[in-house]
């Protein structure tokens, strides 16, 4: 089961920029399905960017598409997640996941220990 660690989450005005990044204590090549996950308090976490890491496809919810980026450094054994143009709505708890099978994409997750994003306006 891979192991996750986020970081970079910070605090930043409305229309600034922040990359997070998350080291997978797993060759992020091994597991097909890379993503990044948030939620705020009262809310269900909610899928934000995935990342097949066989083709390369990437999809995107609709609320960060065009803004946020998600990619994959094999040399550092990292996922990261740049975020720009930020808004105040994009405030939540930031979680890295590998999906817990290594070649098919279930559904199910393994989780990092999530990293806060605030944006101000």
């Known amino acids: 089961q891979a192991q996750l660690v986020e970081s970079g989450g910070g605090s930043v005005e409305s229309g600034g920029s922040l990359r997070l990044s998350c080291v997978v204590y797993v060759m992020p090549a091994r597991k097909k399905c890379l993503a990044w996950f948030r939620q705020v308090p009262g809310k269900e976490r909610e899928g934000v960017a995935g990342?097949?890491?066989?083709?390369?496809?990437?999809e995107y919810s609709d609320s960060v598409k065009g803004r946020f980026t998600i990619s994959q450094d094999n040399a550092k054994n990292t996922v990261d997640l740049q975020m720009n143009s930020l808004k105040p709505e994009d405030t939540a708890m930031y979680y890295c996941a590998a999906d817990k099978y290594d070649d098919y994409c279930s559904d199910s997750w393994s989780w990092g220990q999530g990293t806060q994003v605030t944006v101000s306006s």
């Open positions: 990342l097949n890491t066989r083709s390369g496809s990437t």
